[in-house]
């Protein structure tokens, strides 16, 4: 399928999808947003790939957040249809059972930021900025924004939210948003390593722990633990587990084949 506002590509067992309106900075439509839900359901369905990576083809942003003559209009009652959009795509990216990597560099702003923070790796460069400047447009952070006080402490959330300003790179990593912060120029060689070492691992037990995750971030305490051990169990049934346990017992690399 060909794609207006998205490219997509696969290498190996990698699987990369390039947001691709650099004209405007990457802000995000109702267009992207379907393109990015199609393209997730390709990812899920492709035993081959282990890893996807969202990166940019702008230079400027990873995206600077909404497309703003797609909502500046939206009726308080008939709009609804577009946070329900936002929440549907970037929840794709959620519950997909394969890793995501952000790879971020300029502005990741607003929407940009939830799309971001939907991923489970995020990396940026030393000259990216983040924020949520729905405040100075006159409306909050909604949707995916939710996701932050499990990143961060509620008091830098509201620090973000009630401001809108921009956070640099390093502050955005101190206050537990990111995972690594590179030189302008290392990006692509830092996601390359995350790539290696995540599609090293068996698919099947990254996907079952991707799941346990968002149980884990979704319920009651006993309720994630009791579902963590009724899942853990189905990975036990896999040839993957066995080969682990055997490769570990007889001290060498394991062979994951997926299965």
Same mark, same amino acid.
């Given at each position: 399928?060909?794609?207006?506002?998205?490219?997509?590509?696969?290498?190996?067992?990698?699987?990369?999808?390039?947001?691709?309106?650099? @004209?405007?900075?990457?802000?995000?439509? *109702?267009?992207?947003?379907?393109? #990015?839900? !199609?393209?997730? @359901?390709?990812?899920?369905?492709?035993?081959?790939? %282990?890893?996807?990576?969202?990166?940019?083809?702008?230079?400027?942003?990873?995206?600077?957040?909404?497309?703003?003559?797609?909502?500046? !209009?939206? %009726?308080?009652? &008939?709009?609804?249809?577009?946070?329900?959009? &936002?929440?549907?795509?970037?929840?794709?990216?959620?519950?997909?059972? @394969?890793?995501?990597?952000?790879?971020?560099?300029? /502005?990741?702003?607003?929407?940009?930021?939830? &799309?971001?923070?939907?991923?489970?790796? #995020?990396?940026?460069?030393?000259?990216?900025?983040?924020? #949520?400047?729905?405040?100075?447009?006159?409306?909050?952070?909604?949707?995916?924004?939710?996701?932050?006080?499990?990143?961060?402490?509620?008091?830098?959330?509201?620090?973000?939210?009630?401001?809108?300003?921009?956070? *640099?790179?390093?502050?955005?990593?101190?206050?537990?948003?990111?995972?690594?912060?590179?030189?302008? *120029?290392?990006?692509? +060689?830092?996601? +390359?390593?995350?790539?290696?070492?995540?599609?090293?691992?068996?698919?099947?037990?990254?996907?079952? =722990?991707? !799941?346990?995750?968002?149980?884990?971030?979704?319920?009651? #305490?006993?309720?994630?633990? !009791?579902?963590?051990? =009724?899942?853990?169990? /189905?990975?036990?049934?896999?040839?993957?587990?066995?080969?682990?346990? =055997?490769?570990?017992?007889? @001290?060498?690399?394991?062979?994951?084949?997926?299965?």
């Amino acid at each position: 399928m060909g794609y207006q506002t998205i490219r997509f590509r696969k290498e190996g067992a990698r699987a990369t999808i390039t947001l691709n309106r650099p @004209k405007v900075l990457n802000a995000i439509n *109702d267009v992207m947003l379907r393109e #990015l839900i !199609d393209v997730c @359901k390709q990812i899920a369905e492709d035993r081959d790939i %282990h890893v996807a990576v969202i990166d940019s083809e702008c230079g400027r942003a990873f995206s600077a957040g909404i497309d703003v003559g797609f909502v500046k !209009d939206m %009726h308080p009652w &008939l709009g609804r249809w577009v946070p329900k959009l &936002l929440h549907e795509c970037f929840g794709t990216v959620r519950f997909t059972e @394969k890793p995501f990597i952000a790879a971020i560099d300029g /502005l990741c702003l607003g929407a940009g930021l939830e &799309l971001a923070i939907s991923c489970d790796i #995020l990396i940026a460069t030393e000259r990216s900025q983040f924020g #949520l400047p729905n405040v100075h447009r006159g409306i909050p952070a909604i949707v995916e924004a939710a996701l932050l006080p499990h990143a961060m402490s509620i008091f830098h959330v509201k620090e973000m939210a009630y401001t809108g300003e921009f956070w *640099d790179a390093h502050k955005a990593e101190r206050r537990g948003l990111l995972n690594a912060v590179v030189a302008n *120029d290392a990006l692509q +060689n830092e996601v +390359n390593l995350w790539v290696e070492k995540l599609a090293s691992k068996p698919p099947l037990a990254l996907a079952t =722990q991707k !799941d346990i995750i968002n149980k884990w971030m979704m319920t009651d #305490l006993e309720t994630a633990i !009791d579902y963590s051990i =009724q899942t853990v169990l /189905l990975t036990y049934s896999t040839r993957d587990q066995k080969e682990g346990m =055997q490769s570990f017992m007889e @001290k060498r690399e394991a062979k994951f084949t997926g299965q």
